[in-house]
């Protein structure tokens, strides 16, 4: 499943094959988080292409992440002063991770919100 994984994310990313080792480790560990976080009794297998699309969103988040995505550079002789703006790296990121998650929304267990009954 993790090569199928990893194909979408090459796929759906465009990523070359320059950055394929970096995928295919963030592909591994977006499995392995996604397993996780699934339902008690639910299998990635249970979850169909679901499960393959969600990672490879997942995975593609995290290589989103850790791209320089522009910003000011300024060279003065041998001094180097860059400003990066890692604000539209982060926005990506977080957009394909909230598109992995809802992909496999159905699957996983439910996160940061609970009702409790409360004797009246």
């Known amino acids: 499943m993790i090569e199928e994984i990893i194909t979408m994310a090459q796929t759906l990313g465009h990523v070359d094959d320059s950055q394929r080792p ?12 996604m397993t996780g976080r699934l339902r008690e009794g639910v299998a990635p297998e249970d979850c169909g292409a679901a499960f ?36 539209q790296a982060r926005e990506r990121s ?15 267990k439910d996160r940061g919100f609970l009702f409790r009954g409360v004797e009246g």
């Open 22 to 33: 970096v995928l295919e480790v963030l592909c591994r560990v977006a499995a392995e988080e």
């Open 52 to 87: 393959v699309l969600g990672c490879a969103w997942v995975a593609l988040a995290g290589l989103a992440g850790g791209q320089y995505s522009g910003g000011t550079e300024f060279t003065a002789g041998s001094v180097t002063i860059r400003e990066e703006d890692c604000g």
């Open 94 to 108: 977080a957009a394909l991770r909230l598109q992995g998650e809802t992909v496999l929304g159905p699957y996983l």
